[in-house]
C-alpha cells in the first residue's frame, strides 16, 4: 500500500468516526440521552474488533518473506473459516462506535461498511478461486459460519 492511499484511507476514517462523535452530540442536545446505556459493550465491542483486525493483518503480512511477489492462500485465525476476517472484525469495530455513539447515522455507517465489505470479500473470495485450483471452497466469505 503506497503511503498516499494509507493517508487517505487513514483520513477517511477519522473523518467517519469523527461525524459519528459529532451527531452523538448533537443527538443527545436535541433527543435526549438513549434509555439503555450500550456504551460499555461497545467498548469491549472495539476492542474486540480492532485487536482482530490487527491480528489478521499481522498474519497477512507474514505471507510473504523477503519481498518475494508471490501469491498464498492465508492460514491461521480465522482464515480457516473466512476468506477476509479482517473484514468481519472491521465490522466489529465499527458496531462497537455505533454502540458507543447510538445514534441512527453511527448504525447507518455500519449498514454502508457491510454491504461495501460483503461486495469486497465476495471478490476476494471469487480472486482467490481463479488464482488456486486448491483453494477451499468451503470458506465462507465474510461472517463465520453463515456467509
Known sequence: MTIDTLV???LGYIFMVGNMLYDMQLSEEYLGRP???LIPLGIVL???GISGNFYHHYLLSKLRKDG???YCIPQGGLF???VCPHYFFELIEFLGIAFICQTPFAFSVVAMMFFLLVGRSISTKSWYMQKFEDFPSHRKTLIPFLM
Open 35 to 37: 434509555s439503555v446505556n
Open 8 to 10: 487517505l484511507l487513514s
Open 46 to 48: 472495539f476492542i474486540v
Open 80 to 82: 480457516g473459516y473466512v
Open 68 to 70: 518475494q511477489k508471490l
